[in-house]
């Protein structure tokens, strides 16, 4: 069975760190570009970072440039989001995407693989 895999979401409080990691099963992740969305309570599923299959690209939404740092280890089959300076608004699902080509990284409708999903929550 082909699929992503997350893991690693908690409560953390605010100004805390946290790492996410997404394992491909069944799918090798270093044909595909990844990416994390995070997608809160009524709102649409929004990219916070990608990277391209060389590592070579990488876009990270604004609201957490700097904060959060995407990685990929090939070898593993495993990327993860390394997330620094939580603060409450970070509250979300968060999800892993893949991908074959760079185009339309922001658009969360063109990733046809999707994991289930790892829940952040960040107190006060």
């Known amino acids: 069975q082909v699929q992503l895999v997350e893991s690693g979401g908690k409560l953390v409080q605010a100004g805390g760190s946290l790492r996410l990691s997404c394992v491909g099963s069944?799918?090798?992740?270093?044909?595909?570009?990844m990416a994390w969305f995070r997608q809160g309570p009524g709102k649409e599923r929004e990219l916070m970072a990608v990277?391209?299959?060389?590592?070579?690209?990488?876009h990270y939404a604004d609201s957490v440039k700097g904060r959060f740092t995407i990685a990929r280890d090939n070898a593993k089959n495993i990327v993860y989001l390394e997330m620094n300076s939580l603060k409450p608004e970070d509250t979300a699902d968060y999800y892993c995407?893949?991908?074959?080509?760079?185009?339309?990284?922001?658009?969360?409708?063109?990733?046809?693989?999707w994991g289930q999903g790892t829940h952040v929550t960040v107190s006060t």
């Open positions: 069944g799918l090798a992740l270093r044909n595909y570009l």
């Open positions: 995407g893949a991908k074959a080509a760079w185009e339309s990284v922001r658009g969360a409708g063109t990733y046809p693989k």
């Open positions: 990277t391209n299959q060389w590592r070579s690209l990488s």
